[in-house]
């Protein structure tokens, strides 16, 4: 089983969508998460750190579950710049981050 | 410029050369990552730094790679006798680690490694 997994989408959706990415981890004494997002042929950028309480930051919503190992992205009002592929990140182990495959997100007008 | 730097860009070799690639973190960041990224995947973790010790290699790593950061600044990736299987794009990341659950990677663009 891998360490943090996602459906890899294509999420095709348009504008003005609500849209969610799961993601579920198997460590259960990971201890930080995050979801970061990376453009075509870029380097991944950090969208915006989990925390239990989850938490808002404009469209974007993140929760985290430890009792399912489980967390989501929500992204509501979809606009045509969040095309991008969504990568949920757990650390594990000595702290090293690890990445899922990567949830790709279309948004058409 | 003040963020990740990774040198060179793009690298086209033969299969059973050696390369090399460097990078360079933000300054005052003390722990330096490499990952390894193939099409459609996310990145693959192949081994950190925290100054200048290397805390962790990842097991899927062939005797082939050797990385480095002997002052604890830059960092330097070597793969002998690449095979075709290297290719992909090998991006470096950096953080400011102080413990806490909270660190955050900056990446470079990466150098993508093509071998013919």
């Known amino acids: 089983r891998k360490e943090v997994e996602q459906d890899p989408g294509p999420f095709n959706v348009p504008e003005g969508a609500t849209v969610a990415f799961n993601c579920t981890y198997s460590n259960s004494a990971s201890q930080s998460f995050f979801w970061y997002r990376q453009d075509c042929r870029k380097e991944p950028k950090l969208l915006m750190s989990v925390y239990s309480s989850g938490n808002e930051d404009g469209r974007f919503t993140a929760q985290l579950n430890r009792a399912s190992q489980y967390i989501s992205l929500l992204i509501r009002d979809s606009k045509l710049s969040d095309s991008a592929t969504y990568l949920c990140v757990v650390t594990t182990g000595f702290q090293k981050l690890v990445f899922g495959t990567g949830t790709r997100l279309l948004v058409s007008p | 410029d003040t963020g990740v730097s990774q040198d060179p860009r793009h690298k086209i070799t033969k299969r059973g050369q050696n390369v090399t690639f460097r990078c360079d973190p933000i300054s005052e960041h003390n722990r330096l990552y490499w990952y390894r990224q193939t099409l459609g995947q996310g990145p693959e973790f192949l081994t950190y730094?925290?100054?200048?010790?290397?805390?962790?290699k990842s097991r899927l790593l062939s005797d082939r790679f050797s990385a480095e950061r002997p002052k604890g600044s830059f960092s330097t990736l070597e793969i002998q006798r690449t095979e075709q299987g290297d290719s992909a794009m090998y991006l470096c990341?950096?953080?400011?680690?102080?413990?806490?659950?909270?660190?955050?990677?900056?990446f470079g663009s990466g150098t993508q490694l093509s071998v013919l």
């Open positions: 730094f925290q100054n200048e010790a290397q805390l962790e």
């Open positions: 990341a950096s953080s400011l680690f102080q413990g806490g659950s909270n660190e955050k990677l900056f």
